[in-house]
């Protein structure tokens, strides 16, 4: 399919692996020049030689915290009027609640609030005015199904939910959306730091997937495809929601 989004230009955060760099690969191949970010430059200056080696569009590196507002400034002067943004970032560490204190609870809201939102103002009215723009949040699975451990990152990533929930309705008569990807478990670096010290990789995958639907784990590759529909032509008439990519871990009829 033609996602009729061919010489568009997408930022898209936290690029250089896993979730991030699935969504940046499905875009270029379908025809958008990037802006890439990470915090390893080794890592994203190979991974936007791949993207430009298989795809032939232009990409951009940013290294760095996407967080730092210097990087943000950065991503933006890159692309001033870029058509697509992808907010992604890593998440809090895995906390007992007590061990939260006001400078972890502020950092980790700065992590998962504050940078997407500030990305967003800066891109939002240069879409609205051109008519159009595709926002894509990658929150987390547990903006639903609370993770012990995870609280403060879901607590970041409901509140970014919330946030644009409202602001969603009103671009959409501009053919600006703004959606959400809550993905479940899927084959990254971060899911396989869960892995217990007496146990292989075979095993932990079994672990993993017991519990889902699908009997196995989604792929940064499948999830980017469904992103780069989001940013599409064609998901014009979508906006506002939340969409789980978890192979039907979350268990809901509506």
């Known amino acids: 399919m033609d996602l009729g989004i061919r010489g568009k230009t997408a930022i898209v955060c936290a690029s250089s692996k896993g979730l991030g760099r699935g969504c940046a690969t499905a875009l270029a191949e379908a025809g958008c020049d990037l802006v890439v970010n990470g915090r390893r430059a080794d890592i994203l200056a190979t991974t936007a030689s791949d993207i430009r080696n298989r795809y032939g569009v232009k990409v951009i590196e940013v290294p760095g915290d996407v967080s730092d507002p210097a990087i943000q400034k950065a991503l933006i002067e890159a692309a001033p009027q870029a058509d697509i943004l992808v907010n992604n970032n890593g998440g809090p560490p895995r906390r007992d609640f007590g061990e939260l204190d006001r400078e972890k609870i502020l950092a980790g809201l700065t992590q998962n609030l504050v940078t997407p939102v500030e990305l967003v103002q800066a891109l939002l009215p240069g879409m609205a005015e051109r008519g159009f723009g595709r926002i894509v949040n990658i929150t987390s699975l547990s903006v639903y199904v ?16 919330s946030l644009l929930a409202g602001v969603a309705r009103t671009v959409a008569h501009r053919n ?10 899927l084959d990254t ?29 989604g792929t940064p590759e499948e999830f980017g495809q469904i992103c780069a529909f989001l940013c599409s032509v064609h998901a014009g008439y979508i906006t506002g929601q939340n969409i789980p990519v978890d192979g039907g871990s979350y268990i809901s009829a509506f």
């Open 146 to 161: 609370p993770i012990a451990g995870l609280d403060l990152s879901s607590g970041a990533r409901a509140g970014l939910t």
């Open 176 to 185: 600006v959306t703004i959606n959400n990807m809550l993905p479940g478990k």
């Open 189 to 217: 670096d971060r899911l396989k730091g869960v892995m217990g010290a007496e146990e292989t990789d075979a095993q932990r995958i079994a672990r993993l997937t017991a519990d889902i639907p699908a009997k196995r784990l």
